[in-house]
Structure formats: C-alpha cells, structure tokens
C-alpha cells in the first residue's frame, strides 16, 4: 500500500518497487483482510430488484480455500491452467484466487466469446479445469474432443452437461475450508492473459503474482489516493480483461475497498449512471469507449449531480482532449488517463489531485518505471518528436513472456526495452501525447496521423455518437481520412450533414486531418474489450479502393 504523497515529484523521489521475497495475489487480496476484518464487504453484488448482495472477505477466503481443495483433490497441480469464463461474480473472485492460492494460473476468458475464441484458448494455454456457467459449459461440451487436456468443468447455477462436469456449490460444498496455499514468489507465473487480437493472432501473456504490486501505483494515483474512508470500486470492465481485473479489481481489493459486481449484457448509459449512484461509487474505471457512449447518449448524465464520485480512471484507448473535458465538466471530477497494455500496463498516467493532469495527453511516467520513446533507428526522441513508447527492463507490471511463443516474446523487445507497438509524443514537459498504433497511423500528403484525436473531434459534434477513423488508399495523397460515423437517435444522415461534419473537425484540427470522406453506419464493432475493430474498415476501404 501506498502513502499518500504530497506532490508527484516527491512521489517519484522516494518510490521505488521492493518486492518481497514472497508473496501470492490470492492470500494478499483477500486472506490479509479476512484475517483481521472478516465481515469487511469485499464485493457488493448489484441486482437489478435493487437489493444488493455482500460478499465479505471472510466468505471468499472460505470459499476459495474449499474450491483450492476441490481442484487439488481433482488432480489440478501448481503450474496447471485454469479456465474462468464467468461474468462479473463472486465465484469468479473465487475462481482466481483459488488458482493463485494452488499456485496454478488463471486463465480469465470473456463471457462473450463464441465457440471458436473460446477453443482456440482453451486448446492454446491447455487448460486442464474451467470454472464457468451451465450455459459456458453446454457451449465448450461439443469442443471437447478437441481440447485432451480439459479434465474438470465446475459450473456455476446448477449441474452441466457432459462426463467431467460437476457443479460448481457441490464441488466446495464437499471441499474443507481450510487450505494450505502454496508458496510463491513474485515471478511465478499467476495469470495469464490473451491479447485482444486487434493486430493478429491472440497470444497467451503470462504474468508472475508480482504483477499486482507493479500496478498499485498507477492505479492509486489514477484513483487519487485510493483507498479513503466509504470508497466504492466499479468498472463496466469485464474481469477477463487487464482493465477490469487489474485496473479495478484486484487493486481495490488489495487496500480494502468492495466492488460492485455487475455483467451488462450490452453497455448501457443510463443504466451505468443508474447504478453508480444507487451503490454510492466513489471510483470508477471507465474505459474511453464506456465515456463516449455516455456523452453519445446525452441525457443520461442528467444525474450526474447525484452521483457520489470523486475520481474516473480512464485507459484502454486513446481518451482525447474534448472526450476529456467534457467528462470533467459533466461528472465534476478528475478523470485521469493512464496508460498501459496487456502485456506492460499501467506505466505512463495522471493525477489531478498532484497537479499531474493535461487534458488529452496520456500523462507522465508512473514512479517505478522507466518509459521512453524510442525512433526507429533506437536514439531517445526529443520533445515533440514521435517515438515508440518503450519500457525498461525489469519492471513489475511487465510480462513473463507469451505462451508458448518464444520467438514472439523476444520480438516484443529491442535490448532492454519492451517495444508496444504504440507511437507517442513528449512535450517540454514530460506530458506523453497517444498517437496510435503503428498499424493505425494514417500517412496523407506526408503527414502521419493518428485516428484517435479526429475520432475525439467528431465526437463533440452535437450530430454524433460514435465514430472510427481510417486511412483510405488515395493516388495523390497515400491515403485520406475516412470516418465511419454513428449518429445519434433521431438525426437523419444526408449529404448537408456529412458536409457540416467535415468542416467541424477542419475548423477544430487542421486542413489534412479533416475527413475527407464520411460514411453513416448504424455501429462500430468493437473487441470484448470495448476497442475499436478499425482493421474491419480498413479491409472495408481497400477493397473499395481496389474497386470490389
């Protein structure tokens, strides 16, 4: 646990990462707390008759003991991988501290994800026991001649189909609620999860217990000062992802804070702002989709007045000045963005509260760890030149490596940085500026662009409520600008209204980031993570380039 510091600049004299010789997530996140405060909430599990459930610490540690029991009694060893495909949930709290008391890895999957996502990672990391629900079990059931090393489902809500299946409250009911977990150290691998497939082939990053400890930092700064007396934790974030699980999650847990557990089948504005006000949120991880889907909607921060929050972590993707502040302006407290990705997270960000805030810049390096910005021929990029943003070796929040993939781990790094693929610039004051992914970066008439800043722009645009940005192959200038747009309910689209739109974001940015194209569409797809899928409207463009 951090103190409270009293300026950022104190902050990064005096941090430094000391890990302990030992230490596992499971027992530090919810055994500490049981052992002294057993009847502290942990998790407030919101339902929808408006009589919320608690979990305390007591309950869990209890319940993940007997589930430890359970999966060791099945033959599930230190080192084995376990599947939870759970939404937001109690059991899925239990599932992953049970696998880190075990010394196993948690292998956490999205509960939206089909019959191929679910067995292409099944069958890649080898799981050999997955916690899910009848519903999760009756959908892995026929893929399981292909997946030899699936041995045990406990399902959740009632028994599951298939040998091997066994339900999940028989399983712990028959299980000691005493557990000896096992010893681990900081670098033994704990977690491991799968990239979001926006550039390719989803890869298997594993991380050791340490990686919680790495994230505190960030993650109490983006919250400012997290914990303090009557905090509430929540993110719209599913657990099966960095963002929910280790930007929210664990860390709240970590220092005493409960989470108010709850799955949206689809996110839904108003139904968000409904509930953080009816659980009292002080701090909210709101990813910048979940922000410019509530600015979209409009009148459902017409109770942001009684809401209870005093700080929003933002991170996932690039937030963007006006998305920024108008979420200030509307919610009336600091939403610092911070920075990271699955494999090194939550490295570059802000603090409002130590004067560490710079609307539509991604913030400074996190005390504790060091981040570059590197140009292609390895040199450190001056102030206001673009870079790649880099971390150095060894850093706590960084991975162990992707599973099974030795050559794709080493071709992660250059020496001892870890390369993110994501183009950034610095300015006189140390404030880092998100440009965008190398294979989003749009290059017009010798210009390199990024799309997050224009699809920021569009969004002020009283007409819109989402929208993506391309680069569409063009003769004379590489590529132009292309915006796929979503327009808010009751606005008719037209040829006038594309014309207005463009000349917005010209009078705003500038003449060669303006689109100049603009097509309607009724949606924008998005990853289970709530990004953008750009590579769809790239395809799109190409192909109406190529004339197909």
Same mark, same amino acid.
């Given at each position: 646990?951090?103190?409270?510091?009293?300026?950022?600049?104190?902050?990064?004299?005096?941090?430094?990462?000391?890990?302990?010789?030992? !230490? =596992?997530?499971? @027992?530090?996140?919810?055994?500490?707390?049981?052992?002294?405060?057993?009847?502290?909430?942990?998790?407030?599990?919101?339902?929808?008759?408006?009589?919320?459930? !608690?979990? @305390?610490?007591?309950?869990?540690? /209890?319940?993940?003991?007997?589930?430890?029991?359970? &999966?060791?009694?099945?033959?599930?060893?230190?080192?084995?991988?376990?599947?939870?495909?759970?939404?937001?949930?109690?059991?899925? &709290?239990?599932?992953?501290?049970?696998?880190?008391?075990?010394?196993?890895?948690?292998?956490?999957?999205?509960?939206?994800?089909?019959?191929?996502?679910?067995?292409?990672?099944?069958?890649?990391?080898?799981?050999?026991?997955?916690?899910?629900?009848? /519903?999760?079990?009756?959908?892995?059931?026929?893929?399981?001649?292909?997946?030899?090393?699936?041995?045990?489902?406990?399902?959740?809500?009632?028994?599951?189909?298939?040998?091997?299946?066994?339900?999940?409250?028989? /399983?712990?009911?028959?299980?000691?609620?005493?557990?000896?977990?096992?010893?681990?150290?900081?670098?033994?691998?704990?977690?491991?999860?799968?990239?979001?497939?926006?550039?390719?082939?989803?890869?298997? /990053?594993?991380?050791?217990?340490?990686?919680?400890?790495?994230?505190?930092?960030?993650?109490?700064?983006?919250?400012?000062?997290?914990?303090?007396?009557?905090?509430?934790?929540?993110?719209?974030?599913?657990?099966?992802?960095?963002?929910?699980?280790? =930007?929210?999650?664990?860390?709240?847990?970590?220092?005493?804070?409960?989470?108010?557990?709850?799955?949206?089948?689809? !996110?839904?504005?108003?139904?968000?702002?409904?509930?953080?006000?009816?659980?009292?949120?002080?701090?909210?991880?709101?990813?910048?989709?979940?922000?410019?889907?509530?600015?979209?909607?409009? %009148?459902?921060?017409?109770?942001?007045?009684?809401?209870?929050?005093?700080?929003?972590?933002?991170?996932?993707?690039?937030?963007?000045?006006?998305?920024?502040?108008?979420?200030?302006?509307?919610?009336?407290?600091?939403?610092? $963005?911070?920075?990271?990705?699955?494999?090194?997270?939550?490295?570059?960000?802000?603090?409002?509260?130590?004067?560490?805030?710079?609307?539509?810049?991604?913030?400074?390096?996190?005390?504790?760890?060091?981040?570059?910005?590197? #140009?292609?021929?390895?040199?450190?990029?001056?102030?206001?030149?673009?870079?790649?943003?880099?971390?150095?070796?060894?850093?706590?929040?960084?991975?162990?490596?992707?599973? =099974?993939?030795? %050559?794709?781990?080493?071709?992660?790094?250059?020496?001892?940085?870890?390369? @993110?693929?994501?183009?950034?610039?610095?300015?006189?004051?140390?404030?880092?500026?998100?440009?965008?992914?190398?294979?989003?970066?749009?290059?017009?008439?010798?210009?390199?662009?990024?799309?997050? $800043?224009? %699809?920021?722009?569009?969004?002020?645009?009283?007409?819109?409520?989402?929208?993506?940005?391309?680069?569409?192959?063009?003769?004379?200038?590489?590529?132009?600008?292309?915006?796929?747009?979503?327009?808010?309910?009751?606005? %008719?689209?037209?040829?006038?209204?594309?014309?207005?739109?463009?000349?917005?974001?010209?009078?705003?940015?500038?003449?060669?980031?303006?689109?100049?194209?603009?097509?309607?569409?009724?949606?924008?797809?998005?990853?289970?993570?709530?990004?953008?899928?750009?590579?769809?409207?790239?395809? #799109?463009?190409?192909?109406?380039?190529?004339?197909?």
């Amino acid at each position: 646990m951090l103190t409270r510091p009293t300026s950022h600049q104190d902050f990064d004299r005096r941090f430094r990462f000391a890990l302990p010789a030992w !230490f =596992n997530m499971g @027992t530090d996140v919810i055994d500490r707390w049981a052992a002294v405060e057993p009847d502290r909430p942990a998790l407030i599990i919101h339902r929808e008759d408006g009589s919320p459930r !608690f979990a @305390t610490y007591g309950y869990l540690s /209890a319940r993940s003991n007997r589930l430890a029991n359970a &999966l060791k009694a099945a033959g599930i060893q230190p080192g084995d991988r376990i599947g939870i495909l759970l939404p937001q949930s109690a059991e899925a &709290l239990i599932a992953h501290v049970a696998a880190y008391k075990l010394g196993a890895i948690a292998v956490p999957l999205a509960i939206l994800f089909g019959s191929d996502a679910l067995s292409y990672r099944l069958r890649d990391a080898g799981v050999a026991a997955l916690v899910t629900t009848v /519903a999760g079990a009756e959908t892995v059931a026929p893929l399981r001649t292909d997946l030899p090393d699936l041995r045990l489902v406990l399902t959740v809500g009632g028994p599951g189909p298939g040998a091997g299946t066994v339900a999940f409250a028989d /399983a712990i009911a028959r299980a000691s609620d005493a557990f000896d977990p096992e010893e681990t150290r900081p670098d033994d691998a704990a977690l491991m999860i799968y990239t979001s497939g926006t550039t390719g082939p989803p890869k298997g /990053a594993l991380h050791g217990h340490r990686v919680l400890l790495g994230h505190m930092p960030g993650i109490q700064l983006a919250q400012e000062g997290l914990p303090r007396p009557g905090d509430v934790m929540w993110t719209p974030s599913d657990w099966a992802w960095a963002g929910g699980l280790l =930007n929210a999650l664990l860390p709240a847990l970590y220092v005493g804070v409960p989470v108010v557990a709850f799955r949206f089948e689809k !996110f839904d504005p108003e139904r968000a702002v409904a509930l953080m006000i009816r659980h009292r949120v002080t701090n909210a991880f709101l990813p910048p989709t979940a922000l410019k889907m509530i600015r979209g909607a409009g %009148e459902t921060v017409a109770g942001a007045a009684r809401l209870h929050l005093r700080a929003i972590g933002s991170a996932g993707e690039r937030l963007g000045r006006e998305t920024c502040l108008w979420a200030q302006e509307a919610f009336g407290v600091p939403v610092n $963005e911070f920075y990271g990705q699955t494999e090194c997270n939550a490295v570059i960000g802000s603090s409002a509260g130590l004067g560490v805030t710079r609307p539509g810049a991604i913030g400074k390096p996190i005390p504790g760890h060091d981040v570059v910005l590197l #140009k292609p021929d390895g040199s450190v990029a001056a102030p206001g030149e673009a870079g790649e943003i880099a971390i150095s070796r060894p850093d706590p929040v960084m991975f162990l490596g992707y599973w =099974n993939q030795p %050559e794709a781990t080493a071709a992660k790094f250059r020496g001892d940085h870890l390369l @993110t693929g994501d183009q950034g610039i610095a300015d006189e004051d140390g404030y880092i500026s998100f440009v965008g992914r190398d294979d989003d970066l749009i290059t017009s008439a010798g210009y390199r662009i990024g799309p997050g $800043e224009i %699809e920021d722009c569009l969004g002020a645009h009283p007409a819109v409520a989402f929208a993506a940005v391309v680069g569409k192959p063009d003769p004379v200038r590489t590529q132009i600008v292309k915006a796929f747009v979503v327009l808010k309910p009751g606005v %008719e689209p037209d040829a006038a209204l594309a014309d207005a739109i463009k000349a917005f974001v010209r009078g705003r940015l500038s003449a060669h980031e303006y689109p100049r194209e603009i097509a309607f569409v009724d949606e924008i797809p998005l990853t289970t993570t709530g990004k953008v899928i750009r590579r769809a409207f790239r395809d #799109k463009v190409a192909a109406e380039a190529a004339g197909n």
